[in-house]
Protein backbone atom coordinates (compact mmCIF):
# COMPACT_ATOMS: atom_id res chain seq x y z
CA UNK A 1 0.00 0.00 0.00
CA UNK A 2 2.42 2.34 0.88
CA UNK A 3 4.55 1.71 -1.88
CA UNK A 4 1.69 2.02 -4.05
CA UNK A 5 1.86 5.55 -3.00
CA UNK A 6 4.76 6.57 -3.11
CA UNK A 7 5.09 5.24 -7.00
CA UNK A 8 1.75 6.48 -8.44
CA UNK A 9 0.87 10.14 -7.35
CA UNK A 10 -2.81 10.93 -7.84
CA UNK A 11 -1.54 14.09 -8.93
CA UNK A 12 2.09 14.90 -10.78
CA UNK A 13 2.04 18.73 -12.02
CA UNK A 14 5.34 19.62 -13.34
CA UNK A 15 6.78 22.95 -14.95
CA UNK A 16 3.21 24.08 -15.12
CA UNK A 17 3.41 27.68 -17.01
CA UNK A 18 -0.10 29.96 -17.24
CA UNK A 19 -0.33 33.07 -18.52
CA UNK A 20 -2.66 36.09 -19.02
CA UNK A 21 -1.71 37.63 -22.25
CA UNK A 22 -3.38 41.55 -21.20
CA UNK A 23 -2.83 44.23 -23.50
CA UNK A 24 1.15 43.98 -24.76
CA UNK A 25 1.99 42.53 -21.31
CA UNK A 26 1.87 38.31 -20.50
CA UNK A 27 1.46 38.14 -16.83
CA UNK A 28 3.08 35.18 -15.38
CA UNK A 29 0.54 33.53 -13.04
CA UNK A 30 1.93 30.14 -12.42
CA UNK A 31 5.78 30.18 -13.59
CA UNK A 32 7.32 26.74 -13.50
CA UNK A 33 5.01 24.88 -10.46
CA UNK A 34 6.11 21.65 -9.24
CA UNK A 35 3.43 19.68 -7.53
CA UNK A 36 2.51 16.15 -5.85
CA UNK A 37 -0.21 14.58 -4.40
CA UNK A 38 -0.41 11.11 -3.06
CA UNK A 39 -3.48 9.20 -2.48
CA UNK A 40 -5.24 10.24 1.09
CA UNK A 41 -2.61 12.72 1.45
CA UNK A 42 -3.30 16.92 2.12
CA UNK A 43 -1.45 19.40 0.62
CA UNK A 44 -1.53 22.80 1.34
CA UNK A 45 -0.65 25.92 -1.11
CA UNK A 46 0.17 28.93 0.84
CA UNK A 47 0.90 32.44 -0.12
CA UNK A 48 -0.26 35.85 -0.23
CA UNK A 49 -3.32 36.85 -2.57
CA UNK A 50 -2.02 37.32 -6.12
CA UNK A 51 0.94 35.04 -5.75
CA UNK A 52 -0.92 32.20 -8.65
CA UNK A 53 -2.37 29.55 -5.80
CA UNK A 54 -5.88 29.56 -7.24
CA UNK A 55 -4.96 29.75 -10.61
CA UNK A 56 -2.43 27.10 -10.28
CA UNK A 57 -5.36 25.10 -9.14
CA UNK A 58 -7.92 26.13 -11.86
CA UNK A 59 -5.23 25.40 -14.32
CA UNK A 60 -5.48 21.76 -12.89
CA UNK A 61 -8.86 21.21 -14.73
CA UNK A 62 -9.09 23.58 -16.74
CA UNK A 63 -10.94 26.54 -15.20
CA UNK A 64 -8.99 29.18 -15.96
CA UNK A 65 -10.66 31.61 -18.25
CA UNK A 66 -9.39 31.58 -21.69
CA UNK A 67 -8.82 34.52 -23.24
CA UNK A 68 -6.74 36.20 -21.48
CA UNK A 69 -5.57 32.87 -19.81
CA UNK A 70 -3.56 30.34 -21.78
CA UNK A 71 -1.84 27.05 -20.29
CA UNK A 72 1.77 27.68 -21.97
CA UNK A 73 3.59 24.59 -21.02
CA UNK A 74 3.87 21.90 -18.45
CA UNK A 75 2.56 18.55 -17.44
CA UNK A 76 -0.68 17.94 -15.41
CA UNK A 77 -0.38 14.13 -14.60
CA UNK A 78 -3.77 12.88 -13.40
CA UNK A 79 -3.22 8.86 -12.48
CA UNK A 80 -0.75 9.44 -15.29
CA UNK A 81 -2.57 10.42 -17.96
CA UNK A 82 -1.84 14.54 -18.72
CA UNK A 83 -4.48 16.54 -18.66
CA UNK A 84 -2.85 19.23 -20.42
CA UNK A 85 -2.59 18.21 -23.64
CA UNK A 86 -6.74 16.39 -22.64
CA UNK A 87 -9.80 17.20 -24.78
CA UNK A 88 -12.46 19.28 -23.30
CA UNK A 89 -14.68 16.42 -23.54
CA UNK A 90 -12.37 14.25 -21.41
CA UNK A 91 -11.67 17.31 -18.67
CA UNK A 92 -15.25 17.45 -18.65
CA UNK A 93 -15.96 13.63 -17.87
CA UNK A 94 -13.35 14.32 -15.14
CA UNK A 95 -14.47 17.44 -13.89
CA UNK A 96 -16.84 17.05 -10.76
CA UNK A 97 -16.28 13.18 -10.76
CA UNK A 98 -12.73 11.88 -10.50
CA UNK A 99 -11.77 15.51 -9.62
CA UNK A 100 -14.15 18.09 -7.52
CA UNK A 101 -13.92 21.36 -6.29
CA UNK A 102 -15.04 22.98 -3.11
CA UNK A 103 -14.90 26.86 -3.42
CA UNK A 104 -14.40 30.11 -1.15
CA UNK A 105 -17.97 30.75 -1.27
CA UNK A 106 -21.03 28.48 -1.52
CA UNK A 107 -23.61 31.07 -2.56
CA UNK A 108 -21.64 31.78 -5.84
CA UNK A 109 -21.60 28.00 -6.83
CA UNK A 110 -24.84 26.58 -5.63
CA UNK A 111 -27.44 27.72 -8.02
CA UNK A 112 -30.35 30.15 -5.46
CA UNK A 113 -33.30 29.22 -7.42
CA UNK A 114 -32.87 25.37 -7.20
CA UNK A 115 -33.02 23.42 -4.09
CA UNK A 116 -29.66 22.05 -2.75
CA UNK A 117 -30.77 18.35 -2.45
CA UNK A 118 -32.03 19.05 -6.29
CA UNK A 119 -28.25 19.97 -7.25
CA UNK A 120 -26.30 16.96 -5.35
CA UNK A 121 -29.09 14.77 -7.57
CA UNK A 122 -27.97 16.27 -10.71
CA UNK A 123 -24.26 15.89 -9.86
CA UNK A 124 -25.07 12.98 -9.06
CA UNK A 125 -27.02 11.55 -12.01
CA UNK A 126 -24.38 13.16 -14.24
CA UNK A 127 -21.90 10.99 -13.68
CA UNK A 128 -23.53 7.57 -12.66
CA UNK A 129 -26.09 5.69 -13.91
CA UNK A 130 -28.98 6.18 -11.32
CA UNK A 131 -32.29 6.64 -11.31
CA UNK A 132 -33.86 9.36 -9.49
CA UNK A 133 -34.89 7.75 -5.89
CA UNK A 134 -31.74 6.00 -5.61
CA UNK A 135 -30.04 9.44 -6.61
CA UNK A 136 -31.59 11.45 -4.27
CA UNK A 137 -31.19 8.39 -1.51
CA UNK A 138 -27.39 8.76 -2.17
CA UNK A 139 -27.57 12.68 -1.52
CA UNK A 140 -29.95 12.53 1.89
CA UNK A 141 -26.81 9.72 2.85
CA UNK A 142 -24.17 12.28 1.91
CA UNK A 143 -25.83 15.49 3.78
CA UNK A 144 -25.89 13.15 6.58
CA UNK A 145 -21.91 12.55 5.84
CA UNK A 146 -21.37 15.84 5.89
CA UNK A 147 -23.18 15.81 9.74
CA UNK A 148 -26.28 18.61 8.30
CA UNK A 149 -28.50 17.94 10.94
CA UNK A 150 -32.46 16.61 9.08
CA UNK A 151 -31.19 15.87 6.39
CA UNK A 152 -34.46 14.68 3.99
CA UNK A 153 -35.87 18.48 4.75
CA UNK A 154 -33.05 20.28 3.98
CA UNK A 155 -32.78 18.37 0.96
CA UNK A 156 -35.77 20.72 -0.04
CA UNK A 157 -34.07 23.94 1.21
CA UNK A 158 -32.38 26.65 -1.56
CA UNK A 159 -29.11 28.14 -0.66
CA UNK A 160 -30.09 31.65 0.84
CA UNK A 161 -32.51 29.94 3.59
CA UNK A 162 -28.99 27.89 5.01
CA UNK A 163 -25.84 29.38 7.12
CA UNK A 164 -22.65 30.13 5.59
CA UNK A 165 -21.34 26.66 7.60
CA UNK A 166 -24.33 24.14 6.44
CA UNK A 167 -23.91 26.08 2.37
CA UNK A 168 -20.22 24.93 2.61
CA UNK A 169 -21.19 21.09 4.31
CA UNK A 170 -23.62 21.06 0.78
CA UNK A 171 -20.78 21.65 -0.80
CA UNK A 172 -18.84 19.01 0.14
CA UNK A 173 -21.59 17.01 -0.27
CA UNK A 174 -21.68 17.78 -3.80
CA UNK A 175 -17.95 17.26 -4.12
CA UNK A 176 -18.15 13.87 -2.65
CA UNK A 177 -20.96 12.47 -4.48
CA UNK A 178 -18.96 10.48 -7.22
CA UNK A 179 -16.18 9.57 -5.15
CA UNK A 180 -12.99 11.74 -6.55
CA UNK A 181 -9.57 11.13 -5.80
CA UNK A 182 -8.70 14.45 -5.87
CA UNK A 183 -10.27 17.19 -4.02
CA UNK A 184 -9.66 20.81 -4.74
CA UNK A 185 -10.13 23.13 -2.10
CA UNK A 186 -9.86 26.68 -2.95
CA UNK A 187 -9.72 28.77 0.48
CA UNK A 188 -13.33 27.03 1.55
CA UNK A 189 -13.60 28.06 5.30
CA UNK A 190 -12.21 31.85 4.36
CA UNK A 191 -15.85 33.42 4.52
CA UNK A 192 -16.63 31.11 7.88
CA UNK A 193 -16.48 32.14 11.82
CA UNK A 194 -13.65 30.90 13.60
CA UNK A 195 -16.06 28.03 15.10
CA UNK A 196 -17.68 26.97 11.84
CA UNK A 197 -14.21 27.13 10.58
CA UNK A 198 -13.04 24.87 12.50
CA UNK A 199 -15.87 22.43 12.42
CA UNK A 200 -15.47 22.32 8.56
CA UNK A 201 -11.42 21.71 8.53
CA UNK A 202 -11.89 18.56 10.68
CA UNK A 203 -15.00 17.81 8.70
CA UNK A 204 -12.80 17.49 5.01
CA UNK A 205 -9.90 15.73 7.35
CA UNK A 206 -11.95 12.95 8.49
CA UNK A 207 -13.70 12.33 5.17
CA UNK A 208 -10.40 12.48 3.35
CA UNK A 209 -8.87 10.12 5.67
CA UNK A 210 -11.45 8.14 5.48
CA UNK A 211 -11.95 7.65 1.94
CA UNK A 212 -8.21 7.74 1.20
CA UNK A 213 -8.33 11.15 -0.85
CA UNK A 214 -6.29 13.23 -2.11
CA UNK A 215 -6.66 17.36 -1.18
CA UNK A 216 -5.28 20.09 -2.59
CA UNK A 217 -6.20 22.65 -0.25
CA UNK A 218 -5.45 26.37 -0.78
CA UNK A 219 -5.13 28.85 1.92
CA UNK A 220 -2.99 32.55 2.81
CA UNK A 221 -3.73 30.99 6.75
CA UNK A 222 -0.82 28.90 8.54
CA UNK A 223 -3.33 28.36 11.49
CA UNK A 224 -5.32 26.40 8.46
CA UNK A 225 -2.10 24.80 7.47
CA UNK A 226 -1.48 23.23 10.92
CA UNK A 227 -5.08 21.33 11.47
CA UNK A 228 -5.24 19.64 7.81
CA UNK A 229 -2.14 19.47 5.80
CA UNK A 230 0.31 16.97 5.60
CA UNK A 231 2.89 18.58 3.47
CA UNK A 232 3.07 22.43 2.38
CA UNK A 233 4.14 24.17 -0.60
CA UNK A 234 4.58 28.00 -0.45
CA UNK A 235 3.71 30.19 -3.56
CA UNK A 236 5.49 33.82 -4.35
CA UNK A 237 5.36 35.80 -7.62
CA UNK A 238 3.90 32.72 -9.26
CA UNK A 239 6.57 29.98 -8.39
CA UNK A 240 7.02 27.14 -5.40
CA UNK A 241 9.59 28.86 -3.44
CA UNK A 242 9.60 26.11 -0.36
CA UNK A 243 8.02 22.73 0.23
CA UNK A 244 8.43 19.96 2.58
CA UNK A 245 6.17 18.16 5.85
CA UNK A 246 3.74 20.55 7.96
CA UNK A 247 6.02 19.73 11.05
CA UNK A 248 9.01 21.21 9.62
CA UNK A 249 7.81 24.02 7.79
CA UNK A 250 5.87 25.17 10.85
CA UNK A 251 9.10 24.76 12.83
CA UNK A 252 11.96 25.18 10.80
CA UNK A 253 11.82 26.28 7.57
CA UNK A 254 14.37 27.40 5.63
CA UNK A 255 12.83 30.54 3.28
CA UNK A 256 12.38 33.44 5.13
CA UNK A 257 9.17 34.32 3.22
CA UNK A 258 7.82 31.16 4.84
CA UNK A 259 9.11 32.07 8.14
CA UNK A 260 7.55 35.78 7.88
CA UNK A 261 4.10 34.40 6.89
CA UNK A 262 4.08 31.92 10.17
CA UNK A 263 5.09 35.44 12.00
CA UNK A 264 2.22 36.72 10.75
CA UNK A 265 -0.18 33.90 13.14
CA UNK A 266 -1.01 35.22 15.86
CA UNK A 267 -0.44 32.18 18.66
CA UNK A 268 -3.12 31.57 21.21
CA UNK A 269 -1.89 32.32 25.08
CA UNK A 270 0.57 34.60 23.81
CA UNK A 271 -1.26 38.76 23.81
CA UNK A 272 1.98 40.60 24.23
CA UNK A 273 3.67 38.80 21.37
CA UNK A 274 4.71 41.17 18.26
CA UNK A 275 2.66 40.37 15.13
CA UNK A 276 4.39 40.84 12.61
CA UNK A 277 3.78 41.84 8.62
CA UNK A 278 5.82 41.16 5.40
CA UNK A 279 7.01 44.50 4.51
CA UNK A 280 6.66 45.94 0.89
CA UNK A 281 4.86 44.08 -2.08
CA UNK A 282 4.97 41.32 -5.01
CA UNK A 283 6.45 42.21 -7.91
CA UNK A 284 4.59 42.55 -10.85
CA UNK A 285 4.61 39.02 -12.75
CA UNK A 286 4.96 40.65 -15.81
CA UNK A 287 8.44 42.38 -15.11
CA UNK A 288 9.80 39.99 -12.73
CA UNK A 289 13.66 40.99 -11.39
CA UNK A 290 16.51 38.69 -12.12
CA UNK A 291 17.45 36.26 -9.31
CA UNK A 292 15.00 36.08 -6.22
CA UNK A 293 12.14 37.66 -6.44
CA UNK A 294 11.28 38.13 -2.69
CA UNK A 295 14.83 39.82 -2.70
CA UNK A 296 13.57 43.13 -2.03
CA UNK A 297 11.55 42.35 0.78
CA UNK A 298 13.89 39.63 2.32
CA UNK A 299 16.10 41.02 5.46
CA UNK A 300 18.72 38.06 4.43
CA UNK A 301 19.38 39.41 0.84
CA UNK A 302 22.55 39.58 -0.68
CA UNK A 303 24.22 40.85 -3.58
CA UNK A 304 23.96 37.20 -5.66
CA UNK A 305 20.24 36.76 -4.58
CA UNK A 306 19.98 39.37 -7.64
CA UNK A 307 21.48 37.19 -9.94
CA UNK A 308 20.79 34.42 -12.26
CA UNK A 309 17.84 31.69 -11.71
CA UNK A 310 17.67 30.08 -8.43
CA UNK A 311 16.68 26.97 -8.56
CA UNK A 312 14.50 24.81 -5.80
CA UNK A 313 16.68 22.86 -4.05
CA UNK A 314 16.76 20.40 -0.89
CA UNK A 315 17.91 22.29 1.87
CA UNK A 316 17.27 19.48 4.88
CA UNK A 317 14.86 16.69 5.99
CA UNK A 318 12.06 16.80 3.43
CA UNK A 319 12.57 20.58 2.76
CA UNK A 320 13.14 22.06 -0.36
CA UNK A 321 14.02 25.72 -0.82
CA UNK A 322 14.23 28.19 -3.66
CA UNK A 323 17.06 30.20 -1.42
CA UNK A 324 21.07 31.17 -1.52
CA UNK A 325 21.18 31.93 2.25
CA UNK A 326 17.78 29.81 3.90
CA UNK A 327 17.95 29.94 7.72
CA UNK A 328 18.98 27.52 9.61
CA UNK A 329 16.81 24.83 11.75
CA UNK A 330 15.05 27.21 14.55
CA UNK A 331 17.20 30.43 13.15
CA UNK A 332 14.89 33.74 13.86
CA UNK A 333 15.04 36.73 11.29
CA UNK A 334 16.88 39.77 12.43
CA UNK A 335 14.89 41.38 14.75
CA UNK A 336 12.15 38.67 15.17
CA UNK A 337 11.34 35.80 17.84
CA UNK A 338 12.66 32.16 18.01
CA UNK A 339 10.34 30.64 15.97
CA UNK A 340 11.38 27.55 18.27
CA UNK A 341 9.50 29.85 21.18
CA UNK A 342 7.07 31.41 19.35
CA UNK A 343 4.90 28.52 18.57
CA UNK A 344 3.39 26.11 21.19
Known sequence: MASDRNDN?????????????????????????????????CLCLVGESGSGKSVTAMSVMGLVPSPPGVIAGGRIGFKGEDLADAPDRRIRELRGGAVSHVFQDPLATLHPLFAVGDQ??????????????????????????????NAAQRMKALPHELSGGLRQRVSIAMALANDPELIIADEPTTALDVTVQAEVLRLLDTLRRERDTAVLFITHDFGVVSEIADRVAVMYAGRIVETGETAEILTRPAHPYTRMLIDCVPVMGEPERRLDAVPGRPPAVNRLPPGCAFADRCPRVQPDCREGEIPLET??????????????????????????????
Open 315 to 344: KRGSLEARCLHPLGPGEALAGGADPLEARP
Open 120 to 149: IVEAIRAHQPLGKRAAEAKARDLLDLVRIP
Open 9 to 41: PVLAVRGLETDFHIGRSVYHASNGVDLTIRRGE
